[in-house]
Every structure is written in structure tokens, then in C-alpha cells.
């Protein structure tokens, strides 16, 4: 467990069901956070990632924590500085079909994607700014490494 997921899975922990256990953890926004973060007009920049994350069940938040649990993937909308403040949308693990990062680009700035992918069709872009790469990298690589991640 990297040492952002550990700060995560300290401050969730009473936010989670009984017993589950944060696996890996990424701070990422909603499509289209990046390009209102550089071109402003965030209504416009970020209609079609909030329409997304809301067709996943997931209440639309600037930023989020995205933890992957023994479970499920878990939402949580953050505070100001950064940190869990509220649990805002839950998918189960089995439901994701595909979990793939990708590579972004604005202003010359690269960020990464994640995409998820859920096995009824829905998807959903989220972007990670180039400080928690390695945070999106390692959610990806616990995703595939899980026994039921490739069986269903």
C-alpha cells in the first residue's frame, strides 16, 4: 500500500462497510476539470464529465478521492485542502469491466486518464493530475491484479 492510499484508508475508515479495506486510492476529477482549470468557463469544460459520473450514481464534486476497496470503487468528495470528506457514489467491483489509463493533454500539460468502464456500457473518464500518477498507475495495476477483476 502506497503512502497516499494509507492516508486515505485512515481517513475513510468509518465511512466504509464493516470490516472492507481500502486497496488503492487516486485523488481525480470529472472530465474536463483540467481544460476549466486552464481555460476557465467551467460550466461548459465540465458538462459532460459531470453527466458521466453522475450516470455512475455519483453526485458531481469538483475533486474526488477514488478508492478501490476489497469490494467496490468508492467516491468520495473532498474538502478544500484535499482530503475524504464525504462518501458521494459506490460501484461495485464486479460491475467495472475495464479499468485503463490513458494520457491527456493541455496547454502542453500532460495529465493522466483513468477510465472506467462498467460491463452494462456505462464509462467514465476521470483526470489525474501528473502529482498522483503513480497513484492512478498503481489503482489500475491492484484493479487487474484482483482474482475477479478479469473473471467477473
Known amino acids: 500500500m502506497g503512502e497516499y492510499t494509507a492516508k486515505v484508508a485512515a481517513h475513510v475508515a ?3 462497510e464493516p470490516g472492507e479495506v481500502v486497496l488503492a486510492a487516486v485523488a481525480a476529477a470529472p472530465r474536463g476539470a483540467m481544460r476549466a482549470l486552464a481555460y476557465g468557463n467551467a460550466r461548459r ?5 459531470r453527466a458521466e459520473v453522475a450516470a455512475f450514481g455519483v ?17 468520495f468528495r473532498t474538502t478544500f485542502t484535499g ?7 459506490t ?14 493533454r493541455v496547454l502542453g ?19 489525474v493530475a501528473r502529482l498522483h500518477g503513480a497513484d492512478a498507475d498503481a489503482i489500475v495495476a491492484t484493479f487487474h ?3 475477479d477483476a478479469a473473471a467477473g
Not at 109 to 127: A, I, W
Request: with cysteine; hydrophobic share 40%.
Open 91 to 104: 460501484v461495485h467491483r464486479g460491475e467495472v469491466d475495464r479499468l485503463e489509463l490513458g494520457v491527456g
Open 45 to 49: 469544460n465540465l458538462a459532460a464529465g
Open 83 to 89: 482530503r475524504p470528506r464525504a462518501l458521494v457514489g
Open 14 to 16: 468509518g465511512m466504509l
Open 59 to 75: 453526485r458531481p464534486a469538483a475533486q474526488y478521492v477514488l478508492a478501490l476497496t476489497d469490494r467496490r470503487f468508492v467516491w
Open 145 to 147: 491484479g484482483l482474482p
Open 109 to 127: 500539460q500532460r495529465y493522466t486518464e483513468l477510465r472506467v468502464s462498467c460491463r452494462d456500457g456505462r464509462r467514465c473518464l476521470f483526470e
